[in-house]
């Protein structure tokens, strides 16, 4: 998998995605990150890359030409089209099945914008999806693109080794995940868990179910909507409704 990003913070970009468990994949080749400078494709003498909004309104544009000639550039030898994944707050929300999706492509390319926008025109052109983090604005694209590209790159076989893989996680099958616990067994008059001492492996991975479960339907139950559940997940739900008297 290549991603591409194009941004007019490549340093942004290479700091962030260079450290930790993304920063040891793209060292050992298990996938690529070309950081590619819309700057480096302007015209203009002062190399600006934004200019006023026709129309009037506060802030500044980025203009399409650097935008388009950074873009063509990058597609110069692919062989098709790839997906360009523009980040807005106007775009369809970012979820774990988006990224699932993405994860299936050999190149993705990240079009970060930053002022009040990228001119219409270059969008029409190249975007092929607009992608979201939230309900809420940033100042650029740039921390979108890098959350995108963390949580697509997880999912490439080799990012994540042994150590660092969760074999069972939050959203894998539409529920939240069960809490973990590690040494020291009893923490501020806190005790982990019996069962998870148990060394019981059947009663263990009932009793995380149910947490699970138990924790989506307190903080996130619409997800419990569309979750994969089992008809014994169906049984321990009811009990758990009972139990915290839900209706
Ligand atoms: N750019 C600014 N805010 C954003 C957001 N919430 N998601 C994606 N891109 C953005």
Sequence with gaps: MRFHVMTLFPDMIANGLGTSITGRAI????????IVNIRDYTQDKHKHVDDYPYGGGAGMVMQPGPVYECYKDI????????????????????????????AKEEELVFLCGH????????????????????????????????VMIDSISR???GVLNNGDSAEYESFQDGLLEYPQYTRPVTFLDKKVPDVLLSGHHGNIAKWRREKSLERTLLRRPELLETAELSKDDQKMLEKIRKKLDFS
């Design 155 to 157: 999912l490439i076989p």
């Design 75 to 102: 597609i110069k030898d692919m062989d098709k089209k790839p997906r360009v994944i523009y980040m807005t707050p106007q775009g369809k929300v970012f979820s774990q099945s988006i990224a699932e999706e993405l």
């Design 115 to 146: 002022y009040e926008g990228i001119d219409e025109r270059v969008l029409e052109e190249i975007v092929t999806d607009e992608l979201s983090i939230g309900d809420y604005v940033l100042t650029g694209g740039e921390l979108p693109a890098m």
């Design 27 to 34: 060292d050992n080749h298990i996938f690529e990150l070309n």
